[in-house]
């Protein structure tokens, strides 16, 4: 049986090995604050994965939320802008027709203004002529000469006037007939189908109407766009 070494050390420094200095109460508190502390370190190592993974796995919902919010802007941008079009086009064909309606109009209006406007200076070139006529009945003077220029080649010709002013102006118009240069034969004739103070040559294949109507009327023609 071996024997137990003494030394000078009390007993309380003797561990229960009998080696001095060497207790195994503190090498077992020591071996447990160790596990203790392995226990410790691989509690946080896993609490660190488990968080690790919890932040991983967020970042991928974050991502796959983010993809799925760019995904549904995208859509939601596509359907915006083709709703955009189709309203812009549906504008654009309103805002057309509209232009279109508003052209015609304006074309509608002009012409319209067009008219009166022509139909007011002939109206008032009328009453002008008629108001002359009154105190200047020569004016049918000129004319019948106008119309019997037109009328130069004619061998045979009619100067055919209202009653009223075959009275007025008959002498003048004989006179006329002798000096404009008219055809040998060529006479005049009261025509109560005519207008006062209207004038009409009459020849073989026409006549020249110089009466005030049917001169307003070349005028109104000539005004007209």
């Known amino acids: ?31 447990r604050q160790m596990l203790d502390a392995a226990r410790e ?16 796995t967020a970042q991928a919902e974050r991502d796959g939320r983010a993809a799925g919010l760019a995904e549904a802007r995208k859509t939601v941008e596509q359907e915006v802008t083709q709703r955009v079009q189709s309203e812009v086009q549906q504008q654009l064909g309103v ?14 209006w002009l ?6 406007l022509t139909e007011l200076g002939i109206g008032i070139a009328e009453k002008i002529v008629r108001q002359r006529l009154q105190t200047e009945p020569q004016l049918v003077l000129e004319w019948t000469e106008q119309a019997l220029r037109q009328a130069r080649s004619a061998r045979s010709l ?4 209202h009653p009223e ?21 060529a006479r005049l004739e009261p025509d109560e189908s ?21 001169q307003l009327d070349t005028l109104r023609r000539m005004l007209q766009p």
Do not use: C, W, Y
């Open 165 to 185: 002013t075959l009275v007025q102006l008959g002498q003048s118009l004989e006179a006329l007939l002798q000096t404009a240069g008219a055809a040998d034969d």
């Open 41 to 56: 370190e691989a509690q946080q190592i896993l609490a660190d994965a488990r968080k690790e993974a919890e932040q991983i």
């Open 95 to 108: 805002l057309q027709a509209t232009a279109q309606q508003l052209a015609d109009q304006q074309a509608q």
């Open 111 to 116: 012409e319209a203004f067009s008219q009166t």
């Open 194 to 214: 005519l207008e006062p103070h209207g004038v009409v040559i009459r020849q073989l294949g026409g006549s020249i109407d110089g009466q005030l109507s049917s």
């Open 1 to 31: 049986m071996a024997s137990i070494l003494k030394s000078s050390a009390t007993r309380q420094d003797v561990g229960p090995s009998g080696v001095a200095g060497f207790n195994l109460n503190d090498f077992a508190a020591s071996g």
């Open 158 to 161: 009619v100067v055919a006037v």
